[in-house]
């Protein structure tokens, strides 16, 4: 039984967090539905924290939502280098970034979690070689 049940990528926290953001609405409405904690991983972190970094309180917002413990990291790349390096070479056509690896590796190794997302390559990524990856994207 899988202990992660919503894995969160870079747009929905980023879109959660800026108010005129695209996706802002239906971040506030998916992130309402999901049960605490969201786990990611330190890749979606860095990439959020850079595009926040633009916007005023942004940064703050995701240091809140981690202070507070709606967000937790749940992979180390140390732990996965070599299988998350293995899903790049993979998908290097796409090209697949490190964060998305590190999703995906996520959702291999907790098999019942839904990966929040805006990027519709997460459609076309498959765990474990084959299986189809539970995903909520925008419908836009």
């Given at each position: ?9 870079t747009?929905?926290?980023?879109s ?8 802002h609405?239906?971040a506030c409405d998916v992130l309402?539905t999901?049960?605490?904690p ?5 890749a ?7 595009l926040l970094s633009r916007?005023t ?5 995701l240091s809140?939502l981690?202070r ?11 732990d ?6 293995a899903?790049?070479?993979k ?6 970034s490190?964060a998305?690896?590190c999703?995906?590796?996520?959702a291999?190794l907790?098999d019942q979690?839904?990966?929040?997302s805006?990027?519709r ?8 070689g084959r299986a ?6 925008p419908?836009?």
């Open positions: 039984m899988s202990r992660f049940q919503t894995l969160v990528d747009g929905p926290l980023v959660y967090l800026v108010k005129g953001d695209r996706y609405r239906w309402r999901r049960p605490s969201l786990h990611t991983c330190e979606v972190l860095a990439e959020a924290f850079h916007t309180g942004g940064s703050d917002g809140e981690l507070q413990g709606h967000v937790r990291v749940g992979l180390h790349l140390d996965e280098l070599d299988r998350v390096l899903l790049m070479a998908y290097s056509d796409v090209p697949m490190l998305d690896a999703l995906v590796r996520m291999e907790h979690a839904v990966v929040l805006i990027d390559d997460f459609r076309v990524y498959r765990k474990n189809v990856i539970k995903a909520l994207l419908r836009s």
